[in-house]
C-alpha cells in the first residue's frame, strides 16, 4: 500500500503516528493509498519555509532560471504523461482519454509560465504629464508578492494545481499547496517532479489534510499573501470572508448555458454537445448543463442527442475504449441522483439514462424542466444535461442569464451579427461562438462574473495577478552644489 504526506522543505511527512485518510478508486473501491494528513504545526511549518525561501531564494532568483526550472519540469512531465494520466484515472475516476488530454494541457500550462517568466515587464510613466512633474522619472516594476497559497479541487487535479504553481512560480513567488483530498496521489507526485526540475525545495510545499483544518487557517495565515482557489461556491465564499486583505481569486462553479440557433446543422454539434455535458460525468465546471435549443430544431436535436448519447461507452476509466465513468463518489452520485427525483416531482421528464449503480450516474437527459429545478438553477457537478426549447432571441439571452453564475457559455449560430450581439448580452466570463461552453485553452483570460468567481486564470492572466505594481520614481531636479 502506498503510504504518502505532506512535502515540507523536500521531506515527506508521512511517519505512522499521524492521523491517515485513505484514497479509493471511485470505480472499483480499490484501495489506492493511505495518506497522512499535515497538522496545525506541519503547515505552520510549511509556511514557515515557504516565507523562507522567498525571501533567501526565489524573490532574487534570475528569470531565467526560473523559466529554466520550469521549462524542465514541463519536459519531465511530458516523459511521464502515461503514469500521470494512469494516477488521475485512478484517484479520480476519470477516463483515460480525458487524463491524459490533461497532462497534455499540463505540460503546455508550464511551458506557457516558462515563456512569460521572462516577459514581466513595467512601463515608464510619463511624469512631466503633471504639473511640477518635470525632471522627474517613474516607472513601475511587477515585483512577485510572497507566499501564495493554492487550493484545488479534485476534477482537475493536475492542469488546475499547474495553473496555480506553474505562475506563482513564473513571477518569483513561492507555494503552499493543498490539493483535493480526494486526489492526492497526483498531487504528490507533482511536487516532487518540480524539486527533481531544480525547483529549491522550500519553494513549493505540499500539505494534505481537509479542508476546514488545514486550509482554512492557511487562508487566515498573517505570512500568506495570496489565496488561489478553483473549487465550490461555498468555500469560495469563505475563503473571501477569511482572507481579510491578502489578494484573492477564486475560480468558483457554472450552470454554463449553451444556445442553438435555427440555422445550424444539427448533426454537427451533437457531438461536442455529448462531451461538453458527460466529460468526466459533468464534473467539469463549464459543463453544458442547459441547453437551450431553438423550437423549429428541438426534436431533431434532440432524438440525435439521446440516440448517440446512449451509444457512450461506459465502464471502467482505465479501459482504453471507456467514454463514461463514474463520479467522483457513491455520496456524489445519491446526491445527484436526488436532484432528478426532486425535478421529477416537479414536472420535469427524463429523456435518457436517470439511473444510479453505486457511483456511476447514467448521462442523464431531461426535458420539461423548470428555472426553479435544482438541475438548472443550481451547479449540478454531475452528468445531467437540461434540454429547454426556446422562441426569441430576447427570451433565450434572459433564460441563459437568469442564474447566479457566469462564468463560459456557448452560442451556435451562422449569423455572425447575431451571435456577436448575444456574446455582448450574456452576462459570463467568456463566450464561445460556434463551440461549446466546455472548450478551454489554457492561454485565454478563464474566470466568472457573478458568482462564478473572481479574477482570471489563463497563464499570463494568472502571472499579472501573482504579482504587485511598485512605483518608483526619481527627482532628476538635483540643484544642491557639487564639491
Ligand atoms: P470544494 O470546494 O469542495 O473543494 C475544493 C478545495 O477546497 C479542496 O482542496 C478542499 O479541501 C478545500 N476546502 C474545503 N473547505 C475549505 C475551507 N473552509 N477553507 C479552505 N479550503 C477548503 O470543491 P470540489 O468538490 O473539489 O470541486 C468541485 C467544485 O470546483 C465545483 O463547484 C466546480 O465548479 C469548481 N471548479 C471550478 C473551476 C473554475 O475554474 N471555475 C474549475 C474546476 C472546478
Given at each position: 500500500m502506498m503510504r504518502i504526506g505532506s512535502i515540507i522543505n523536500g521531506h515527506d511527512y508521512k511517519e505512522d503516528h499521524r492521523e491517515?485518510?485513505?484514497?479509493?478508486?471511485?470505480?472499483?473501491?480499490d484501495h489506492v493509498a493511505d495518506i497522512a494528513l499535515a497538522t496545525v504545526e506541519d503547515m505552520e511549518e510549511a509556511i514557515q519555509y515557504s516565507y523562507a525561501t522567498f525571501h533567501s531564494t526565489m524573490k532574487t532568483m534570475p528569470a531565467y532560471e526560473r523559466a529554466d526550472i520550469l521549462r524542465n519540469a514541463a519536459d519531465l512531465l511530458a516523459e511521464r504523461k502515461d503514469e500521470f494520466a494512469r494516477i488521475i484515472s485512478i484517484e479520480a475516476g476519470k477516463p483515460l482519454i480525458y487524463s491524459r488530454g490533461e497532462v497534455d494541457r499540463g505540460v503546455q500550462v508550464i511551458r506557457f509560465a516558462a515563456e512569460h517568466a521572462k516577459h514581466i515587464s513595467g512601463e515608464v510613466i510619463p511624469m512631466d504629464a503633471a504639473h511640477g512633474g518635470e525632471n522627474r522619472l517613474g516607472f513601475v516594476k511587477h515585483v512577485p508578492l510572497g507566499v501564495v497559497a493554492a487550493i484545488t479541487p479534485f476534477n482537475f487535479p493536475l492542469n488546475l494545481s499547474l495553473h496555480k504553481i506553474a505562475p506563482a512560480i513564473a513571477a518569483g513567488?513561492?507555494?503552499v499547496f493543498k490539493p483535493a483530498e480526494k486526489t492526492p496521489v497526483s498531487a504528490h507526485r507533482l511536487t516532487?517532479?518540480?524539486?527533481?526540475?531544480g525547483l529549491p525545495?522550500?519553494?513549493?510545499?505540499l500539505l494534505m489534510g481537509r479542508g476546514e483544518e488545514i486550509?482554512?487557517?492557511?487562508?487566515?495565515?498573517?505570512?500568506?499573501?495570496?489565496?488561489?482557489f478553483t473549487g465550490s461556491l461555498p468555500v469560495g465564499r469563505k475563503i473571501r470572508e477569511e482572507a481579510g486583505f491578502k489578494k484573492v481569486t477564486l475560480e468558483l462553479g457554472s450552470n454554463s448555458p449553451n444556445i442553438l440557433f435555427e440555422d445550424?446543422?444539427?448533426?454537427?454539434?451533437?457531438?461536442?454537445?455529448i462531451k461538453g455535458a458527460f466529460a468526466f460525468s459533468g464534473q467539469v465546471c463549464i459543463s453544458a448543463q442547459r441547453l437551450y435549443v431553438h423550437h423549429s430544431i428541438f426534436d431533431s436535436f434532440l432524438a440525435g442527442y439521446i440516440r448517440k448519447t446512449e451509444a457512450l461507452v461506459i465502464g471502467d476509466p482505465l479501459d482504453e475504449k471507456t467514454q463514461f465513468g463514474p463520479m467522483i463518489d457513491e455520496d456524489e452520485a445519491k446526491r445527484a441522483k436526488q436532484w432528478i427525483e426532486d425535478a421529477v416531482d416537479k414536472g420535469a421528464t427524463i429523456k435518457s439514462g436517470g439511473k444510479r449503480e453505486g457511483p456511476l450516474l447514467s448521462p442523464t437527459i431531461m426535458t420539461n424542466v423548470d428555472h426553479n429545478m435544482k438541475i438548472i438553477a443550481d451547479e449540478v457537478f454531475a452528468p445531467i444535461v437540461s434540454v429547454v426549447p426556446f422562441e426569441t432571441e430576447t427570451e433565450v439571452v434572459a433564460m441563459a442569464n437568469d442564474s447566479r453564475y457566469g462564468l463560459q457559455a456557448g452560442v451556435f449560430t451562422h449569423d455572425i451579427n447575431r451571435a456577436l450581439r448575444v456574446a455582448d448580452q450574456l452576462e459570463m466570463g467568456g463566450v464561445w461562438i460556434n463551440d461549446i461552453s466546455t472548450y478551454r485553452q489554457d492561454n485565454h483570460p478563464y474566470g466568472g462574473v457573478k458568482q462564478s468567481g473572481i479574477g482570471r486564470e489563463g497563464v499570463k492572466y494568472a502571472i499579472d495577478d501573482m504579482t504587485d505594481m511598485k512605483f518608483i520614481?526619481?527627482?532628476l531636479n538635483d540643484k544642491r552644489p557639487r564639491a
Amino acid at each position: 500500500m502506498m503510504r504518502i504526506g505532506s512535502i515540507i522543505n523536500g521531506h515527506d511527512y508521512k511517519e505512522d503516528h499521524r492521523e491517515t485518510m485513505a484514497v479509493y478508486n471511485p470505480y472499483n473501491q480499490d484501495h489506492v493509498a493511505d495518506i497522512a494528513l499535515a497538522t496545525v504545526e506541519d503547515m505552520e511549518e510549511a509556511i514557515q519555509y515557504s516565507y523562507a525561501t522567498f525571501h533567501s531564494t526565489m524573490k532574487t532568483m534570475p528569470a531565467y532560471e526560473r523559466a529554466d526550472i520550469l521549462r524542465n519540469a514541463a519536459d519531465l512531465l511530458a516523459e511521464r504523461k502515461d503514469e500521470f494520466a494512469r494516477i488521475i484515472s485512478i484517484e479520480a475516476g476519470k477516463p483515460l482519454i480525458y487524463s491524459r488530454g490533461e497532462v497534455d494541457r499540463g505540460v503546455q500550462v508550464i511551458r506557457f509560465a516558462a515563456e512569460h517568466a521572462k516577459h514581466i515587464s513595467g512601463e515608464v510613466i510619463p511624469m512631466d504629464a503633471a504639473h511640477g512633474g518635470e525632471n522627474r522619472l517613474g516607472f513601475v516594476k511587477h515585483v512577485p508578492l510572497g507566499v501564495v497559497a493554492a487550493i484545488t479541487p479534485f476534477n482537475f487535479p493536475l492542469n488546475l494545481s499547474l495553473h496555480k504553481i506553474a505562475p506563482a512560480i513564473a513571477a518569483g513567488n513561492t507555494v503552499v499547496f493543498k490539493p483535493a483530498e480526494k486526489t492526492p496521489v497526483s498531487a504528490h507526485r507533482l511536487t516532487m517532479l518540480f524539486h527533481e526540475a531544480g525547483l529549491p525545495k522550500g519553494s513549493l510545499n505540499l500539505l494534505m489534510g481537509r479542508g476546514e483544518e488545514i486550509g482554512s487557517p492557511l487562508v487566515k495565515h498573517k505570512d500568506v499573501h495570496k489565496v488561489t482557489f478553483t473549487g465550490s461556491l461555498p468555500v469560495g465564499r469563505k475563503i473571501r470572508e477569511e482572507a481579510g486583505f491578502k489578494k484573492v481569486t477564486l475560480e468558483l462553479g457554472s450552470n454554463s448555458p449553451n444556445i442553438l440557433f435555427e440555422d445550424i446543422q444539427v448533426e454537427r454539434v451533437i457531438d461536442d454537445l455529448i462531451k461538453g455535458a458527460f466529460a468526466f460525468s459533468g464534473q467539469v465546471c463549464i459543463s453544458a448543463q442547459r441547453l437551450y435549443v431553438h423550437h423549429s430544431i428541438f426534436d431533431s436535436f434532440l432524438a440525435g442527442y439521446i440516440r448517440k448519447t446512449e451509444a457512450l461507452v461506459i465502464g471502467d476509466p482505465l479501459d482504453e475504449k471507456t467514454q463514461f465513468g463514474p463520479m467522483i463518489d457513491e455520496d456524489e452520485a445519491k446526491r445527484a441522483k436526488q436532484w432528478i427525483e426532486d425535478a421529477v416531482d416537479k414536472g420535469a421528464t427524463i429523456k435518457s439514462g436517470g439511473k444510479r449503480e453505486g457511483p456511476l450516474l447514467s448521462p442523464t437527459i431531461m426535458t420539461n424542466v423548470d428555472h426553479n429545478m435544482k438541475i438548472i438553477a443550481d451547479e449540478v457537478f454531475a452528468p445531467i444535461v437540461s434540454v429547454v426549447p426556446f422562441e426569441t432571441e430576447t427570451e433565450v439571452v434572459a433564460m441563459a442569464n437568469d442564474s447566479r453564475y457566469g462564468l463560459q457559455a456557448g452560442v451556435f449560430t451562422h449569423d455572425i451579427n447575431r451571435a456577436l450581439r448575444v456574446a455582448d448580452q450574456l452576462e459570463m466570463g467568456g463566450v464561445w461562438i460556434n463551440d461549446i461552453s466546455t472548450y478551454r485553452q489554457d492561454n485565454h483570460p478563464y474566470g466568472g462574473v457573478k458568482q462564478s468567481g473572481i479574477g482570471r486564470e489563463g497563464v499570463k492572466y494568472a502571472i499579472d495577478d501573482m504579482t504587485d505594481m511598485k512605483f518608483i520614481g526619481v527627482n532628476l531636479n538635483d540643484k544642491r552644489p557639487r564639491a
